[in-house]
């Protein structure tokens, strides 16, 4: 049940688009279709912004996209919005009805 | 509105217990599995357990497992965390979350805080 590997953090400007990657192995991220991101505010509870990968719950903009290769699951935001700085986690499951966590991206707008 | 409400969190002294609930409110309570994630103080989210629609299965991360036990009340739209042997290193902020797919969690409570010290 090792942590996934996530960036301490990554910086783009408004408007600019940015890419936080999620590193696993053969028995999370590369097992399993089932790859969720979250995002978090300073003192908020996260917040679903992707799950299976790819797919975007209700009420999420369009800008956020997910995807998937091999071991490693990637957020990318597109067109950055000051509203965007937040702290994104990555979390796979791992088989065994077990979940595991990303250490976490901080996402600065510059 | 979907809403879960945790509550129980507090300050406890090493090898002392703690039970967190979360009362759910909003949705039908007995549809989903329920787990608990944690975040110890600025650090990542943790995930620790989960308990499926009936409670006829748990499941527990390596880190809480012996220590930590799961349960719901579907009567009572409740679940609860019973946690004993607690550490200094469980010291953090515990959410209840919703599950809705294999690491969807697409409801979190607004969480509570479990300090263990002495």
């Known amino acids: 049940q090792s942590a996934l590997t996530q960036p301490r953090s990554v910086s783009g400007s408004p408007g600019q688009s940015v890419t936080v990657s999620c590193t696993g192995t053969?028995?999370?991220?590369?097992?399993?279709?089932?790859v969720s991101w979250y995002q978090q505010h300073p003192g908020k509870a996260p917040k679903l912004m992707i799950y299976d990968v790819s797919q975007r719950p209700s009420g999420v903009p369009d800008r956020f996209s997910g995807s998937k290769s091999g071991n490693t699951a990637s957020l990318t935001i597109s067109g950055l919005q000051a509203e965007d700085e937040a702290d994104y986690y990555c979390c796979s499951y791992a088989g065994s009805y077990i979940e595991v966590f990303g250490g976490g991206t901080k996402v600065t707008v510059l | 509105e979907v809403q879960l409400v945790e509550s129980g969190g507090g300050l406890v002294k090493p090898g002392g217990s703690l039970r967190l609930s979360c009362a759910a409110s909003g949705f039908m309570f007995n549809n989903y599995q329920i787990d608990w994630v944690r975040q110890a103080p600025g650090k990542g989210l943790e995930w620790l357990s989960s308990?499926?629609?009936?409670?006829?299965?748990?499941y527990y991360a390596d880190s809480v497992k012996g220590r930590f036990t799961i349960s719901r009340d579907n009567a009572r739209d409740s679940a609860f965390l019973q946690m004993n042997s607690l550490r200094a290193d469980d010291t953090a902020v515990y959410f209840c979350v919703r599950c809705s797919g294999f690491g969807w969690f697409d409801s979190w409570g607004q969480g509570t805080l479990v300090t263990v010290s002495s």
């Open positions: 308990i499926s629609r009936n409670s006829g299965f748990v």
């Open positions: 053969t028995s999370d991220i590369g097992k399993f279709n089932y």
